[in-house]
């Protein structure tokens, strides 16, 4: 008698065996892609810390809804699960990643000037960002200009009260803050309009309306 696919023969009857009960969960597969899914998280919240980051609040800007403070724990727990994913995925290849190292650490010993060019170079930015020298630093100070560009967009369509509202500052002692540096502002003065008819950058008012000294002098 032929059996259909996926079962077997037990007492004079066939049994059949679904596929769900065979397949047993595969923890390699699920390490590998919590691993993808987790490096992807980081590079997406990474860049948006990096651009508008900390002063998006200001200006109301929540990236696909989220507002800073989501996206700086959901960067940092991603980078936890990403640091386990890592070793977990080691753990269920390591024969076969011991195999592969072995093997390129064939070819890389005869390739030595790619080694030590490679090695000089990871050495370099290691030692740059540690002493704040460029590039590491100019690629650190970058976000200052990108800070400028995202105040400069929000302030746009923003006006003072508005501000005064997602800095949690009252709209009164806003307007005197600002009127203490020579700005004269009333609550629905545009705030893109402040900065060309003063000395100051966007984000010296930002800091003015927050009662710290601005960065201009």
């Not at 989220?66 to 290849?93: C, D, E, K, M």
């Not at 060309?196 to 930002?206: H, I, V």
Request: charged share 15%; no cysteine; hydrophobic share 50%.
């Amino acid at each position: 008698m032929t059996l259909p696919s996926g079962s077997f023969m037990q007492g004079g009857e066939a049994i059949l065996v679904t596929k769900a009960v065979r397949r047993r969960f595969q923890w390699r597969a699920f390490a590998a892609n919590l691993l993808l899914f987790s490096a992807l998280a980081e590079v997406v919240s990474g860049v948006f810390l990096y651009t508008p980051g900390f002063i998006a609040h200001v200006i109301g800007f929540n990236f696909l809804g989220l507002n800073f403070r989501q996206w700086a724990i959901g960067h940092t727990v991603f980078g936890l699960v990403f640091l386990i994913a890592a070793l977990w995925h080691v753990f269920y290849n390591w024969r076969p990643i011991v195999r592969y190292v072995t093997g390129q650490a064939r070819v890389v010993l005869g390739h030595r000037r790619e080694l030590l060019e490679s090695v000089l170079l990871a050495l370099f930015f290691s030692v740059t960002s540690i002493a704040n020298w460029p590039p590491s630093a100019t690629i650190w100070d970058y976000r200052y200009t990108l800070r400028e560009y995202w105040l400069n967009w929000g302030f746009s369509r923003m006006t003072v009260a508005e501000l005064a509202g997602n800095t949690r500052v009252p709209v009164g002692k806003a307007v005197a803050r600002l009127k203490k540096y020579g700005i004269e502002a009333r609550p629905e003065s545009n705030l893109a309009e402040l900065v060309r008819n003063s000395q100051y950058t966007a984000y010296d008012l930002y800091l003015i309306v927050r009662g710290r000294r601005p960065e201009t002098r």
